[in-house]
């Protein structure tokens, strides 16, 4: 079994910065793609960010300039660095993973969503 566990949400005021972390952890193989999504409420869920095992990064228009993705391959672990936080940035944030298993097979894997809330 593969779990993803993600921290780091909370309340931040416009203009803060907040980091997400997401670790895998289970019987893994490898992880290729990582990313980062976010849903607001009354909203589609929608890709913030992505980062593939060797570095390239992918963002939301909405973001680039204020976060950055990043990964540590050794501890099957994604962060999300978020700065210039504005109201709109206020959601459910949710890590994905695309995992090979030890069995072999190939997972889509999403993380339990943690809450993120730009207000005064």
């Known amino acids: 079994q593969v779990q993803l566990v993600e921290s780091g949400g909370g309340l931040v005021q416009p203009g803060g910065s907040l980091r997400l972390s997401c670790a895998a952890s289970g019987s893994i193989f490898s992880i290729n793609a990582m990313g980062w999504y976010r849903q607001a409420p009354g909203k589609q869920r929608e890709l913030v960010a992505s980062i593939t095992t060797g570095g390239n990064t992918n963002y939301a228009d909405s973001v680039k300039g204020r976060f950055t993705i990043s990964r540590d391959n050794a501890k099957n672990t994604v962060y999300l660095q978020m700065n210039s936080l504005k109201p709109e940035d206020t959601a459910v944030y949710y890590c994905?993973?695309?995992?090979?298993?030890?069995?072999?097979?190939?997972?889509?894997?999403w993380g339990q969503g943690t809450l993120v809330t730009v207000s005064p």
């Open positions: 994905n993973a695309n995992v090979v298993a030890s069995s072999g097979r190939y997972l889509g894997i």
